[in-house]
């Protein structure tokens, strides 16, 4: 079955620990990208990549660290949270450098205390 | 800049009337257009995309969006609404300048609510 999947789905964590949120899909897909979605704000787009080793500032990058190593994998790394990046976080694949439909994964709610 | 507005936030409609939600755009170039739903608690769903070609699209679940290039505009449509079909929805735009190729704005949603 084609998908995204990210994990973990829930995440309730303390200000300035580390954290990673996997992202994966098996669609062979060249584009990966991560959201964040806020409410009033709507979905804001925080890295992208069109393809391995390649990747990009979206909106909102501040705070925030990605890589893309593997065509498959795309993982989001916050080094030092903080309460403002509590939100819930989307990961989302497509071909065609974004012109092609993206699939999105089921979303990570993130909780910084 | 490029950018995405949604100048609704809600949008109220009663079961197997005519529906609208409203997008208008702003982008250097040639735009790419997308609208996107999503249901509660689930991540965002494709519906539909305008790249080029016809300025009427049409795609998922009966949705249709009408492309308008002198009004920069991209409404959704449906012709007759389903109580299944209340849902966020949003409108995005991908960037198709050299620096920033690749980067999409999302419209910050309108909730379709249909009433039975």
């Known amino acids: 079955e084609a998908q995204v999947t990210q994990n973990p789905r829930y995440l309730i964590t303390v200000t300035g620990k580390k954290l990673t949120v996997t992202c994966s899909q098996n669609?062979?897909?060249?584009?990966m990208s991560w959201y964040r979605q806020d409410p009033g704000l709507g979905l804001r787009q925080i890295y992208y990549?069109?393809?391995?080793?390649?990747?990009d500032k979206g909106d909102v990058p501040e705070g925030y660290k990605v890589s893309r190593k593997e065509k498959r994998n795309f993982p989001l790394i916050l080094e030092s949270p903080s309460p403002n990046q509590t939100s819930l976080y989307f990961c989302?694949?497509?071909?065609?450098?974004?012109?092609?439909?993206?699939?999105f994964g089921p979303g990570t709610r993130l909780t910084v205390t | 800049a490029q950018s995405v507005a949604q100048p609704e936030d809600q949008v109220n409609v009663a079961e197997g009337n005519p529906l609208t939600v409203k997008c208008t755009y702003s982008?250097?170039?040639?735009?790419?257009l997308f609208w996107y739903v999503q249901y509660p608690n689930r991540g965002l769903q494709f519906l539909l995309k305008?790249?080029?070609?016809?300025?009427l699209v049409k795609g998922s679940y009966g949705f249709e969006a009408e492309f308008n290039k002198s009004q920069t505009s991209f409404h959704l449509k449906k012709p007759s609404a389903l109580v299944s079909d209340s849902a966020l929805y949003f409108c995005?735009?991908?960037?198709?300048?050299?620096?920033?190729?690749?980067?999409?704005?999302f419209g910050r949603g309108t909730q379709l609510t249909v009433w039975p």
């Open positions: 995005a735009v991908r960037d198709n300048r050299g620096s920033t190729l690749g980067r999409l704005y």
């Open positions: 989302a694949s497509s071909l065609r450098g974004g012109l092609g439909e993206q699939y």
């Open positions: 305008y790249i080029t070609g016809d300025n």
């Open positions: 990549s069109m393809n391995v080793e390649v990747t």
């Open positions: 982008v250097s170039g040639n735009p790419y």
């Open positions: 669609m062979n897909h060249e584009y």
